[in-house]
């Protein structure tokens, strides 16, 4: 994978930034770049090959109390969801991931765990997920599917969201492929675990379990991989008891336990 399998994917991702901003106001450059698309094509392959593009300085703005939102130039939009058409492309999913394209989102996470008839389970996510996200860890992973020494300063380049370490801008087209793919290893731990039913929607985990041991090694093996990517389990999210003496088990905004 190089910067032309990346280039490749400029009119789906052009396409799909344009649709999204269809209602953005009349001063967005979204609007002189839908009047000379082609001639942007030529200048953003030449920037790209030749190692000349650079981010653009983001707006960060606070949507809740300490939770906060990367607002991105409309050029730069374009490349995070090129990079992100691109990565997805060649990057592994667990079935047991959701969130990802093409996996059922929401309504198939949520019919995989309805048909399971579990005795015990588990509910958690991460507190502060993007904001947790190593990039040493994610330039490690995804070095392994590109030797392009430019392609991953752009990478890096569009997960640093602060002049720190960790976390990856909220907002971004990319942030969310690293997002979902972040926790495959976990994934893969619960593929071809009969006694265990794993389902992960980015970072929102559930486990079903028939017996109390099946659930304590799968809560075991959740909160290792946690402690090994330095990630902190929820406690004000996470749920963990006997199914039939849950009568609010929410989960994905469904209350389980009600359907």
């Known amino acids: 994978m190089n910067i032309d399998t990346v280039l490749r994917n400029f009119d789906a991702a052009f396409t799909f930034v344009a649709r999204k901003k269809r209602s953005a106001v009349e001063k967005d ?145 990319f942030s969310h492929v690293v997002g979902n793919f972040y926790l495959h290893e976990l994934d893969v731990k619960f593929e071809g675990r009969d006694s265990q039913c794993y389902v992960r929607y980015m970072d929102d985990i559930l486990l079903l379990t028939q017996h109390k041991g099946a659930l304590r090694r799968g809560v075991k093996t959740i909160r290792q991989e946690f402690e090994r990517l330095n990630l902190t389990w929820s406690y004000q999210k996470s749920h963990v008891g006997r199914w039939a003496k849950q009568s609010d088990l929410v989960f994905l905004g469904k209350n389980l336990t009600k359907c």
């Open 29 to 173: 450059e979204i609007w002189s770049l839908r009047g000379r698309v082609n001639r942007y094509r030529a200048e953003l392959t030449e920037q790209l090959r030749n190692g000349g593009y650079v981010f653009s300085p983001c707006y960060v703005i606070e949507y809740k109390p300490g939770k906060y939102l990367n607002s991105f130039r409309t050029c730069d939009t374009i490349v995070l969801k090129m990079l992100a058409l691109a990565f997805s492309q060649v990057l592994p999913k667990s079935p047991l991931c959701y969130s990802w394209k093409g996996h059922g989102g929401v309504m198939k996470a949520l019919s995989g765990a309805l048909t399971y008839q579990p005795v015990f389970y588990a509910k958690t996510d991460v507190s502060n997920y993007y904001a947790s996200v190593s990039h040493y860890y994610v330039m490690e992973q995804l070095s392994k599917f590109t030797t392009d020494e430019y392609l991953l300063r752009l990478v890096y380049c569009a997960i640093e969201a602060a002049n720190t370490d960790v976390g990856v801008p909220r907002g971004s087209a």
